[in-house]
Nanobody, 116 residues
Framework: QVQLVEYGGGLVQAGGSLRLSCAAS????????MGWFRQAPGKQRELVAV???????NYADSVKGRFTISRDNAKNTVYLQMNSLKPEDTAVYYC??????????WGQGTQVTVSS
């Protein structure tokens, strides 16, 4: 079993920055994909960014150039640096750990609110 705990959400003005972090504990298989998804009110959950254990990354078009995902494999932790935040980035952000072909885990979510 794997537990994911997220930190770093909050309220920020448009143009500001926030950094999210997510620590995984438990039986973390070394080959995995960690990432961030978000869900705004009335919308489906969507991918924000993912990073493999080999540090390959993929971003949603809406956040490219503004958000940076990184990870520390020794700490089983993934980070999301969010810059130039916009009101449309407001959502609950969820951490995800996916073991390819096996199972996917989710964190409890952290609220990010960007005021205009």
């Amino acid at each position: 079993q794997v537990q994911l705990v997220e930190y770093g959400g909050g309220l920020v003005q448009a143009g500001g920055s926030l950094r999210l972090s997510c620590a995984a504990s438990g039986s973390v298989f070394r080959i995995n994909v960690m990432g961030w998804f978000r869900q705004a009110p009335g919308k489906q959950r969507e991918l924000v960014a993912v990073i493999t254990s080999g540090s390959s990354t993929n971003y949603a078009d809406s956040v490219k150039g503004r958000f940076t995902i990184s990870r520390d494999n020794a700490k089983n932790t993934v980070y999301l640096q969010m810059n130039s935040l916009k009101p449309e980035d407001t959502a609950v952000y969820y951490c995800n750990l996916n073991i390819p072909g096996s199972i996917s885990y989710w964190g409890q979510g952290t609220q990010v609110t960007v005021s205009s």
